[in-house]
């Protein structure tokens, strides 16, 4: 008997929930995050290990750009699935821009847990683009005492283009660009427009003129074509 009636006060729960996470959903979606963090809290402070409110709460948090908040929320949730690559991702990108806003002794000490965060998402998820990214970010902009390395950015870049040529030709041009390798950053930058074709391949090969190269005339015409080819 206790078996049963646990079990239909469980169903009470969960069909009472599912209207309100409809609501605080639908308030992300609108870009209404103050309302939608308040309808969260109320959510988990009936169901504590709601995996949807509390990566919400993280995102939102983050949004807000208080990341110490943020990391909390998504180190409960590795806490609570800590098999899900996702949240070792969201809270190392967490925990980075954090350390970016600390003092400089108490990011180097986060440096490592930043970076094994990553790599734990990619070894839950051998197919997680957004990780490798990160790495790649994170092996550019630390110095190399510190353990910044072109090598191995270039690695997460191969990487990315055996899972996306879009994204290991973009990847690639980011490291040739921010190493003022222009020519060879046009080079990747033309080949993720020619397989990708999106807003973002063509930013990237504009922007590289407009700003990196002093051809403004060039990225007025990558901008003229990716127009062309989206008028309906």
């Keep these: 008997m206790k078996y049963f009636t646990l079990l239909f006060c469980l169903v009470q729960v969960a069909a009472v929930s599912q209207p309100e996470m409809s609501a605080a959903e639908k308030l992300f979606s609108q870009g209404q995050y103050?309302?939608?963090?308040?309808e969260f809290e109320k959510i988990v402070a009936q169901q504590p290990?709601?995996?949807?409110?509390?990566?919400?709460?993280?995102?939102?948090?983050?949004?807000?750009?208080?990341?110490?908040?943020?990391?909390k929320y998504y180190k409960r949730l590795k806490k609570i699935q800590p098999s899900e690559a996702t949240y070792h991702y969201k809270y190392g990108g967490a925990l980075g821009m954090y350390a970016k806003e600390c003092n400089k002794f108490k990011a180097l000490g986060l440096i490592g847990e930043i970076r094994k965060s990553f790599e734990n998402a990619i070894a839950l998820n051998p197919k997680h683009l957004e990780a490798r990214w990160a790495l790649i970010e994170l092996y550019l902009q630390l110095p190399g005492v510190v353990g910044g390395s072109e090598s191995?950015?270039?690695?997460?870049?191969?990487e990315l283009e055996r899972l996306s040529a879009v994204d290991g030709y973009l990847a690639k041009g980011r490291i040739a660009e921010y190493f003022d390798r222009f020519i060879t950053a046009e080079k990747y930058y033309k080949r993720a427009v020619e397989v990708g074709r999106s807003k973002i391949c063509y930013q990237k090969l504009a922007d590289l003129y407009k700003n990196k190269m002093n051809q403004p005339e060039k990225a007025r015409a990558t901008w003229a074509e990716f127009s062309n080819k989206n008028k309906s």
């Design 152 to 158: 191995k950015a270039q690695r997460y870049a191969s």
């Design 49 to 71: 290990e709601n995996l949807k409110a509390l990566e919400r709460l993280g995102d939102i948090h983050c949004l807000f750009k208080d990341w110490e908040s943020g990391m």
């Design 34 to 38: 103050q309302q939608a963090q308040t």
